[in-house]
């Protein structure tokens, strides 16, 4: 589990936080391997995740501290669930860069001998040519969340929603929970759902899928 540099004044403090994944992209769609690329939502992903905004699934904004990593696809995404209420940035919080392999299908990335031995599951900490390592992503997204959850308890805000991105909020989450799964991509949820965290002092207590599923198998607590 990951420790916090919390303020020392503050003791017994109990927030939620929620990571939403934007909506369905022209990459998930096509099964397309993409993260830095700044694609839009599709109208039929924001169809669906209006759909679920009406049907109730996201959490309140009133009180909560509102952020996105500033890529289209979570702007949009916001917008469609809340409108044009007051928000802020977390660039930190960008989705991973795949470099040379952006924008490629898995049988495009196994033609390389690099990205055969990335998608087989030989190279634990891969180094995406020209886009970011894994270990390097998940110390930026760390950072990221780390700087939210800090600032808000320094402001006493016991609610933060962040609209982000499936690999951020995977990474994090398994961060958040260590050995749930021998795949941290496991935690990804499908496009418009999430996560719903209950951080005790700043450290991650329980969490709580939300939505219609996951793109890998996540036991609900």
């Known amino acids: 589990m990951l420790s916090w540099s919390i303020c020392a004044t503050i003791?017994?403090?109990?927030?939620?936080?929620?990571?939403?994944?934007?909506?369905?992209?022209?990459?998930?769609?096509?099964?397309?391997?993409?993260?830095?690329?700044?694609?839009?939502?599709t109208e039929e992903g924001l169809r669906e995740i209006a759909e679920m905004a009406e049907a109730g699934i996201y959490p309140d904004p009133?009180?909560?501290?509102?952020?996105?990593s500033g890529m289209l696809r979570t702007e949009q995404t916001f917008e469609r669930i809340y409108g044009d209420a007051e928000h802020k940035q977390a660039p930190l919080l960008k989705e991973i860069n795949l470099g040379k392999f952006?924008?490629?299908?898995?049988?495009?990335?196994?033609?390389?001998?690099?990205?055969?031995a990335w998608l087989s599951g030989q190279i634990q900490d891969p180094d995406f040519e020209?886009?970011?390592s894994l270990s390097g992503f998940i110390a930026r997204t760390t950072e990221g969340i780390r700087r939210i959850i800090d600032d808000c308890i320094e402001r006493d805000i016991d609610r933060m929603i962040l609209v982000v991105h499936g690999a951020v909020i995977a990474c994090l989450m398994n961060a958040f929970f260590p050995g749930?799964?021998?795949?941290?991509?496991?935690?990804?949820?499908?496009?418009?759902?999430?996560?719903?965290?209950?951080?005790?002092?700043?450290?991650p207590a329980t969490w709580t899928l939300f939505g219609d599923g996951v793109t890998g198998k996540v036991p609900r607590a």
């Open 62 to 68: 009133e009180g909560a501290e509102l952020y996105t």
């Open 11 to 41: 003791a017994n403090m109990k927030q939620k936080l929620y990571f939403i994944r934007h909506g369905h992209t022209s990459g998930t769609d096509r099964n397309l391997m993409y993260g830095a690329t700044d694609l839009s939502v």
């Open 102 to 116: 952006e924008m490629m299908t898995v049988s495009e990335i196994l033609e390389d001998e690099y990205g055969k």
């Open 180 to 203: 749930v799964y021998d795949d941290l991509w496991n935690w990804t949820p499908t496009p418009g759902c999430g996560y719903e965290v209950i951080l005790m002092d700043g450290i």
């Open 130 to 132: 020209g886009g970011d």
